[in-house]
């Protein structure tokens, strides 16, 4: 795909009946015919041109950039950037960015399906819990256009960095925001005011603890219960934006997922009917079954598996695992063992 | 309270003022409380839970302002599925001590993760973080790090009330020195679905018990699965028999498990 340079001129966006706008318009388009002769105007305020042979010309895309927005500045407010294609390149001006070459998924992903300018696709891919490009994007093309249509694979190309020619979807914004969580407060109708209260409230435990403190939860895909969430620190941007859905993932523990997630596996004894410690075979079997749990007072009254183990901090530490769900007294666990014994990974309830 | 115009005593002037200050700021803090509330909450005085759980609470849902205690084992699903609904309706959620929470298991709960924080390690601030917390979120579940003192526990109980939150103590080890409007208490754990090397879990069947004060003095209970099959609060089924989705007699070894 093409990169593109895009100038946008965000106080040349809407037009006047004297026709003011359309001049000062002009005299932008001038002024960069004389520095490269393909500019390419879009739409009132806001045109394109290829950036790669002015790059190598001006020495780089940095180089390019800023001399672009001179020129421009000198005669009105100028927002410039550069990416693949032109929807990228649109949104990376708002941000006064340059998208490396092939970044642009990457770029994409963060930024509302709303961008898309389809209000019907926005409003249900937002009803199946899907809210951002990049979670867009990650739905098989197929899929897509069963339920979607061609104006749904249009988009999903586009949300993919695959083709970046939906020009009027990026355009139809007129905000001055610059990043994706500040489009998305302008567009689901302002921050409301539990947000506000919460965002104070949290602030002020922040204050108090430290910023780290206060994590939210996101999940992503995972076999082990580990791997199905990650927590990071609360900031106040982190409310507008929303989880991802629970992706299938193949060979995942099936549900209930268990409520404690131990971030470091507990090492604990797990012994057989003899009191000695249960081993794991080399094939990944049992070598006796397991008969209590921490020492022979607590009896594993059930359990289940073993199932092999492989991900891949496993295999950096051990060279073959298995897990087993036990029952000992009230709990149920999840324990992960090896050649040098059993932890708790997780806890049911 | 005095009129302090024409007494001569200025200390008592001061300790008249400083009192009518103080009456002031609770007045506009709390106009202030009623004036920032969402119109979609702000309405109801009662926050919305699952049906099962209506039907054991007093007025049928969490009532701002209130103090509950969830005990028994593995209470920590039980407190999650309290705040489901409103996290669902658009209600801010806190867990605070709750030590390595399972995202995925809360999330299935019904939590919306884009409005629920967690404060896991407090240390010994606990209690401040925890009050600054009710001040601007609904729904806060505590397990306290430390054994907490009556003054403490009084202070926050004031707080939910005054702020109009809820506050869910999970007392965890530890007891909880004032009585709550409502305590809801698992008895009877039963696993099912794992058996000596075969299946896998399939839920928890328990009996919750509610208690209280006033309206909610007379107990109730009810089963249900927690977590059910598919990781949510299961009211029971028709046939009472198990969690739904495929019972454990309809799998083998040969269904894909990890």
Known sequence: MDRLLVVRCPELRDDDEGGATRRRFATVLDALGFYCPWVTPHELGLCSLPARGPARYFGGEEALVSLVTDVVSALTPVEVGIADGLFAATLAARGGLIVPAGETPEFLAPWPIAMLGDDDLADLLGRL??????????LPEADVLGRFGSDGIRGHQVARGA????????????????????????????????????TRALGQVQAELGAEAVLVARLQGGRGPADQARFVTWTDKEHTRTSAPVAPWPGHIPPPAPITVYATPRPVRLLDPDGQPVTVTRSGLLGTPPASLFDTTHPVLAWAGPWPVDERWWTRQRRRGVRIQVVVDVDAHLLVGGADGWAIEATYA | MSDPDGSPDPRQDKVAARDALRARGRTSLTTLAERVRPVSTSSSRVLPVPPFLADLLPEGGLRRGSTLVVDGPGPVGLACALLSDSSAAGSWCAMVGIEDPGAAAIHTLGLDLARTVFVPNPG??????????????????????????????????????????????????????EPPDV?????????????????????????????????????????????????????????????????FHHLDSRTPVI
């Open chain 2, 124 to 177: 010994p601030a606990w209690a401040e973080a925890t009050a600054h917390l009710l001040d601007g979120i609904d729904l806060v579940v505590l397990r306290p790090p430390f054994p907490p003192r009556g003054s403490m526990a009084r202070r926050l109980v004031a707080r939910a009330r005054e702020r109009r939150s809820v506050l869910i103590v999970v007392p965890g080890g530890s007891r909880w020195p």
């Open chain 2, 183 to 247: 305590r809801l208490t698992i008895q009877n754990p039963r696993w099912t679905g794992v058996a000596s090397g075969e299946g896998y879990l399939r839920g928890r069947h328990v009996t919750v018990e509610a208690t209280g004060r006033r309206s909610a003095a007379r107990a109730r209970t009810g089963t249900c699965w927690l977590p059910g099959a598919h990781g949510s609060l299961e009211a029971p089924t028709l046939s009472g028999m198990g969690p739904s989705g495929p019972t």
């Open chain 1, 163 to 198: 083709r970046g020619d939906l020009l009027e979807m990026a355009l139809r914004p007129s905000d001055t925001t610059r990043s994706p969580e500040a489009i998305q407060i302008g567009f689901w109708g302002g921050v409301s005011e539990t947000d506000a209260r919460a």
């Open chain 1, 129 to 138: 819990g899907l809210h951002t490009l990049g979670a867009f994007a990650r």
